[in-house]
């Protein structure tokens, strides 16, 4: 069989599409010509044309943007779908069997991506997450690798395919797996996380202890934490902890077994508990930019109350016919 190409290879294709960044046609034969003649490897002209999209384009989430090929390229702004619908061209203009995926992704909602057949085998691809990642008031550019050709099951982590087919996997989580998940963000994974256990967003306890276990990426990072209770009328406000670490940077060292994230409530109740992931930096243990969200689990905590824990110990007392001590029942009846 043909060998698989190596990292040179795949950084020539990136050097082409740079040089080629300044194309400013609307041939989408042309360009896919430029960005792929030069290698004979399927996955290296996959390579290229995913960095020319990611790189070059603008992302912009508005639905009534041209989608075309041929308007995307003129533009050089394009929702998901216009990014989908320009890789599909180049793909197959390149002569790669490329395919448009539409679906749902956690932390995005709906959205598309691609799949592309390199020797016989389909990769998954997302240029359109690949420029950068969806914050509340903005759309912050930053170029990531991670999301030409993930493996299939880690991207189904975060993307759920209306046809499960295109999970790529031998037996495809159901809707209702898939929403059990860890609730995750894009730049999770643009950073290299991967939830080692558990494998659900809802977390029970009834001591108020809690643990996850994330894997770091190839570079040493950091992530915070915070934790959030949900009030009855649907407010929050950060939690009681026994050992407040909310503005500790927590070290993920690289390649590892994981490292365990721990907190210990002092109430129970309704919580939200966050994984916060660098901002807009890559491989810095203290960077300059605000943190984000990257994982966030649901946490039910049904252990006792102070005051019933309190309770609890005087009825011990009384039934062994002790008087109550301390505090002001102490003085009352000691």
Wanted: net charge positive; charged share 20%.
């Amino acid at each position: 069989s043909e060998r698989p190409p190596g990292p040179q290879e795949f950084r020539a294709a990136e050097l082409c599409a740079e040089m080629n960044a300044d194309y400013r046609g609307t041939d989408v034969a042309e360009l896919a010509e430029k960005l792929t003649g030069p290698f004979p490897h399927p996955e290296v002209k996959a390579r290229g044309l995913f960095r020319w999209v990611a790189a070059v384009m603008l992302y912009d989430a508005n639905k009534r943007l041209p989608a075309h090929p041929a308007e995307v390229l003129q533009s050089r702004v394009a929702n998901a779908d216009g990014f989908a619908n320009l890789f599909t061209a180049l793909g197959n203009c390149a002569g790669l069997p490329t395919s448009k995926i539409i679906g749902i992704v956690k932390g995005v909602g709906e959205h598309v991506w691609n799949a592309i057949e390199c020797r016989g085998v389909y990769k998954l691809i997302d240029c359109a997450l690949a420029t950068g990642y969806p914050q509340p008031d903005k759309f912050v550019k930053h170029y990531s690798s991670y999301y030409f050709c993930p493996q299939p099951q880690d991207l189904v982590r975060s993307h759920y395919p209306a046809e499960p087919r295109w999970q790529l996997l031998d037996r495809p989580f159901s809707g209702e797996e898939w929403d059990a998940f860890p609730a995750v963000t894009p730049q999770f994974f643009t950073f290299g996380f991967t939830v080692i256990e558990p494998q659900t967003n809802r977390l029970m306890t009834d001591d108020g202890d809690v643990s996850i276990k994330i894997r770091g990426s190839i570079r040493e990072m950091f992530v915070m934490q915070q934790v959030l209770i949900r009030k009855p009328n649907g407010k929050q406000k950060p939690a009681h902890l026994h050992k407040d670490r909310s503005k500790e940077r927590i070290v993920v060292p690289a390649n590892t077994q994981g490292a365990v994230l721990r907190i210990q409530l002092k109430q129970p109740g309704n919580y939200e508990w966050r994984i916060l992931v660098p901002g807009e930096t890559v491989g810095s243990v203290t960077p300059e930019h605000q943190p984000i969200v990257g994982l966030t689990f649901t946490v039910i905590s049904t252990q006792p109350t102070s005051q019933e824990i309190a309770a609890e110990k005087q009825a011990r007392r009384a039934a062994k016919g002790e008087k109550p001590s301390g505090g002001l029942l102490g003085k009352l009846f000691g």
